[in-house]
């Protein structure tokens, strides 16, 4: 998955465009780059999943 790609799914996430994204295990270090860096990183929870493949959804209570 590009990083461009990644920004769009982050977005889409965040505007309820969509429920859910899957970042596969190779992606994820690069994933995970993006979203820390964001002033709502607490907003995304990650789901990981057998195999290492990561569900990330947007919650919007902040996590403590």
């Known amino acids: 998955m590009e990083q461009n790609e990644m920004l769009n799914g982050i977005e889409q996430l965040k505007n309820g465009e969509i429920a859910q994204i899957l970042i596969k295990k190779e992606d994820f270090l690069t994933f ?3 979203i820390v860096n964001r002033e ?3 907003h995304f ?3 990981a999943q057998h195999g290492g493949d ?3 959804t947007y919650i919007e209570e ?3």
């Open 54 to 56: 990561v569900i990330y």
């Open 62 to 64: 902040a996590r403590s």
């Open 40 to 42: 709502d990183f607490k």
């Open 45 to 47: 929870r990650g789901i």
């Open 32 to 34: 995970r780059q993006i």
